[in-house]
């Protein structure tokens, strides 16, 4: 017995839109002694807030981890899918066992060993998840810009995948890439245009 038995975990999800790089995934227990002031949905953070709270969550939270899908994941099983793949992964990585687990969203991730419930908004209005959502997105947009590093000509590190007028103008003059998403459409496109990437 920890003590900790009846903390519940916060799990969310970063990375369903774009049309390149895994789909990431977080769990957090927070620490009730140890509260974290500015916690809110990561989609409202700026980048250096978001950063400066993930630090902060790494080292207050009484436990935590992130988990991912790949992309070839993501184009076998679909992103719903492959999302909630994540966000299991998340959950399996926690170094404490919660009573219960909190997802933001409509939908619970099958296979989960503990009792979950779904929250509509949850991003913004269970500390947990908002702590979650932070930490996925920190830790996507970090393996974003490793793998910018690697194909420079999409301009990830501004978009990091997202369909943006200058992402998808990159894919058209260059063809998808070996990180592209195969399922999503205009990828898709880009392939019957371009052939398969290398």
């Not at 981890?65 to 959950?91: K, Q, W």
């Amino acid at each position: 017995m920890t003590g900790f038995e009846w903390t519940a975990a916060g799990v969310d999800e970063a990375g369903r839109g774009p049309l390149c790089g895994p789909v990431y995934a977080a769990a957090v227990i927070l620490d009730p002694a140890r509260p974290i002031d500015g916690l809110n949905d990561s989609k409202k953070l700026s980048e250096k807030k978001r950063e400066a709270l993930a630090l902060l969550i790494r080292e207050h939270a009484l436990a935590w981890a992130v988990g991912f899908a790949t992309v070839e994941e993501i184009d076998r099983m679909n992103i719903l899918h492959a999302s909630m793949l994540a966000m299991r992964r998340a959950v399996e990585g926690l170094v404490v066992q919660p009573c219960e687990v909190l997802i933001d969203g409509n939908r619970v991730p099958p296979g989960l060993a503990i009792p979950a419930r779904a929250i509509v908004g949850g991003d913004a209005s269970e500390p947990a998840i908002s702590a979650a959502s932070i930490l996925a997105k920190t830790g996507r947009d970090q393996e974003m810009k490793a793998l910018a590093l690697l194909y420079p000509q999409y301009g990830i590190v501004r978009h990091k995948g997202y369909p943006t007028p200058e992402h998808l103008a990159a894919l058209r003059e260059h063809g998808p890439s070996p990180i592209h998403r195969r399922s999503f459409a205009p990828v898709a496109q880009c392939i019957l245009d371009f052939g398969m990437p290398d």
